[in-house]
């Protein structure tokens, strides 16, 4: 049996997908906002971008007139889950910025952390606000909520009091739902074990997978990232696990010796010979990350950069790697929970 997550959004069919699908969302994941941008001039990751992608699905729903959607609360994530793939001291310091933090410390000057959550290269990147480490959460424990309820035979959802179950025998045409959408902000697969980046502050998507074969839920579990940049944290995450297999598609340019005005795609990270762990000897860590890799050889090949080179790969570039490299790898690993970070 295979069971997916789509993380953020993605277009789909409706004839090829079984409805009703789960769906993670919660509104204060929005009051994660940019408060020093006074002239609303930064305009990449903002609140507005999961506001209007929710409403489009709504729309979708009403002009199909079925319902499609499985509503799905977002909980605050815990913290024992997080530490599955975060440091407890990166875990700490983000929460003490949190209005959370707040109301249990007045006194915040005194409290504050003064670990460096992010490094000066992601400064214009980053931004933080007493609600970040709330919307942070949420979004981290939309995603595992996703895993949780996909992965549960019988499964109550804390918005209705339907619980759907099944035979063990499933087929495609039962109700039982195997597949869920979390849309969740702020992102996650650029942040690593101790350090904020791209955006991103928990890796959410790792958080859930590792959260998965913790709980026995999933010993197979496949991460495919086709976000244009590379999951630079994602891969650090799971470089050393062999429960994980993560394939990225991303495009790769890199300042080299020969060629030293090239700029660098951000994060500049995902080199098509970064295969998972090789051996024992060799040291592998990644400059974004203080997380060092343990060396586990089973680990070997579960790590799959499809690094494009050239700007403006299209729908043919795309379906060539799908149906020449991709496919045929995820059908021998044969998944048995499939993660989609877009």
């Known amino acids: 049996r295979e069971y997916s997550i789509l993380s953020r959004s993605i277009f789909f069919s409706m004839s090829s997908i079984p409805i009703p699908i789960y769906l993670a969302y919660d509104e204060r994941m929005q009051l994660h906002i940019n408060t020093n ?39 605050l994530v815990d913290k024992e889950t997080v530490l599955l793939t975060h440091s407890e001291s990166y875990f700490e310091a983000l929460w003490k910025t949190s209005n959370l933090y707040m109301n249990m410390n007045m006194n915040m000057s005194s409290s504050r952390d003064t670990y460096k959550l992010w490094s000066d290269a992601d400064a214009n ?5 007493e609600d970040s480490f709330q919307a942070a959460s949420l979004a981290c424990g939309g995603v595992v909520e996703c895993v949780n309820a996909v992965t549960t035979t019988t499964y109550n959802t804390t918005t209705t009091t339907t619980t759907t179950t099944t035979d063990s025998t499933n087929s495609s045409t039962d109700s039982t739902i195997r597949r869920g959408l979390a849309l969740v902000r702020p992102p996650g697969h650029h942040a690593c074990a101790s350090q904020a980046m791209g955006f991103c502050f928990f890796n959410s998507v790792v958080v859930a997978a590792k959260h998965a074969i913790h709980t026995q839920k999933a010993n197979r579990v496949l991460i495919l990232d086709w976000d244009i940049h590379h999951g630079n944290g994602t891969q650090d995450l799971t470089y050393d696990d062999p429960n994980i297999l993560y394939i990225s598609l991303h495009r790769y340019t890199t300042k080299t010796k020969q060629n030293k005005k090239t700029e660098s795609f951000y994060p500049g990270t995902g080199h098509p010979n970064e295969v998972g762990v090789p051996n024992h000897n060799h040291k592998d860590k990644d400059k974004h990350s203080k997380h060092k890799h343990k060396h586990t050889k089973n680990a070997y090949g579960k790590n799959l950069n499809i690094a494009f080179t050239k700007p403006k790969m299209g729908n043919v570039e795309y379906a060539a790697a799908f149906s020449q490299l991709i496919l045929p790898i995820i059908a021998m690993y044969n998944p048995n929970l499939v993660l989609i970070s877009c």
């Not at 699905?57 to 609360?73: A, D, G, K």
């Not at 990147?125 to 606000?129: F, G, I, N, R, V």
Request: charged share 25%.
């Open 125 to 129: 990147d980053m931004y933080l606000c």
């Open 37 to 75: 941008d006074k002239n609303n001039d930064y305009c990449v990751e903002i609140p507005e971008r999961l506001a209007c992608i929710y409403n489009r699905l709504i729309e979708l729903e009403h002009r199909v007139f079925t319902p499609i959607f499985q509503r799905l609360n977002c909980p």
